[in-house]
């Protein structure tokens, strides 16, 4: 497995290309990544999507258990990838962080499906609907240790999959950054192809035929990835790690604290250490000094002449910075605001795939002799959001564009934000209205589960694929949007960390309400494994009181750092490259 020392030995990739005797990277590499991809993402999201039902079900966990292990599951799968980010720039490369991240993720599905398949690592079968063991410490440490390691192989994979997928490409010619560009389609069509096949057919053999089985197609699928993914090793490229702009940022805030009580004068008093991009960090842009967080810069004045060896070098960067990796941080800092915003959005899509399921166990899911599997309330989502993005980009765009003869008849990012904010508030009100009804009519036939149809919940499920389709992808843009090229992978991850904070946020918040609500002897609104004894209305009433509150914040403060590129009178405080 060689690297390939022409195109990539300098890192701005300006020497000529050499051609090996079997030229790697194009579209013959691309064909194993692709495969690679989807098996992978067809084993993953058969597990996401019904982890919910598997604990319900298997391991007769109660609501505030139930949403907590999903929650934070969910939440380290995501936080992981700042882990596999640092680790893939600055050590492993991406090659090895994707293989050792897809054998991580094989491990913890086969000790998920030895879960289904061994009686004795999991509670008895619940007979009775109020009287069911309870999970074993042990058993619950074997089904963590598994979901653990599905969590560190996300971590790997997620940063790394459409990253490394993108090096087999040379954007420096017209024609690499057209095949780039195909790519990312494929890379789409792919996924969504998997998640359909994961949600429809992985998901109904789970819940109706057999978990053993339908545990054991995504292992076999995860196997089979990696499989794939060694069969094209002597045609991929390999970029050579080049070290993290993660691990410069440390070493900014390190150095800045460090300087904390040094005052900050003009900066024709003081001297900032500021070697020629040459021979600071070549492979990264130059970006235009900003007066924004100038506190930041506290980092790189030199305090010494000692702090610089003969050649004008620091001698200890975590002590001296230079003014580019200030720059870098100050890009990241200046997406906080937006990042908390995205937060609250993100609690509401988890409501869907915990209690939102919970509340289709409990439903009609019968039609006819057919019973709809829970998890495929997740379609209901999923295809709002496809719909959305298809009638916006094929029917509003053009047919504006033609209208009002002008070529940017786009949402902006900040108006896309809103409305996604609003989505939310929307969808967790009408879940609250919809779980009112769903339980008086349970408690009226004085049944565990309400007569009225699982369809009841399609608005609810309809407008968190709304909210997604609006501030999830938004929020993602701007992020990418915001900094330089160099950061666009520390973007994604701190994406990926907005799901995460979502999901730890979003288990907080359920343990404290039911905490709460259950001070003085009182029955708390969450809990048990029966929502008709619980006021799970009002959870949701609390969540869109909550978004109402995101919503104040975005407009009177966060959205003041979303930036477009006619935003001419605010391109100082813009994170840009000169």
Known sequence: MGIDNGRHSSPTRENPLLTPPTKPGGWKAIAYILGNESFEKLASMSLMANITVYLRTNYQMDGILLVNVVSIWSGSSNITTL?????????LGRFFTLLFGSMASFLGMGMVALTAGIPQLRPPACHEEFNCSQPHKWQLAFLFV???????????????????GADQFDTTTEKGRSQLKSFFNWWYFSFTVALLIALTIVVYIQTNVSWVLGFAIPTGCFALSIFIFLLGRHVY????????????????????????KITLGPSSEQSFYDPPAIESEPQLPTLARTDRFKCLEKSAIILNPSELNADGISQNSWRLCNLQQVERLKCLVGIVPVWFTGITCFIVMDQMSTFGILQAIQLNTSIGNFKIPPGWMGLTSMISLAIWIFVYECIYVPNAQKILKKEDVRLSTKQKIRIGIVMSILCMLVAGFVERKRRESALQEGTFASPISVAMLLPQFVLSGMTEAFAAISIMEFFNNQVPESMRS???????????????CNSVLVTLVHSLSGMGGKTPWLGGHDLNTNRLDYFYFINAALGFINFI???????????SAIDKGEEERRCYIA
């Open 146 to 164: 598994g979901l653990g390691l599905l969590a560190i192989g996300s971590g790997g994979i997620r940063p790394c999959n459409i990253a490394f």
């Open 553 to 563: 914040y975005y407009n009177f403060f966060a959205c003041h750092y979303v930036f």
């Open 490 to 504: 520390v973007a994604g991850s701190f994406f990926f960390l907005t799901l995460s904070m979502g999901s730890y």
């Open 237 to 260: 490229i390999y970029v050579r790690p080049q070290g993290s702009v993660l691990a410069d940022m440390f070493k900014v805030i390190n150095a800045a604290y460090r300087k904390r």
């Open 83 to 91: 882990a596999g980010a640092f680790l893939s720039d600055a050590y």
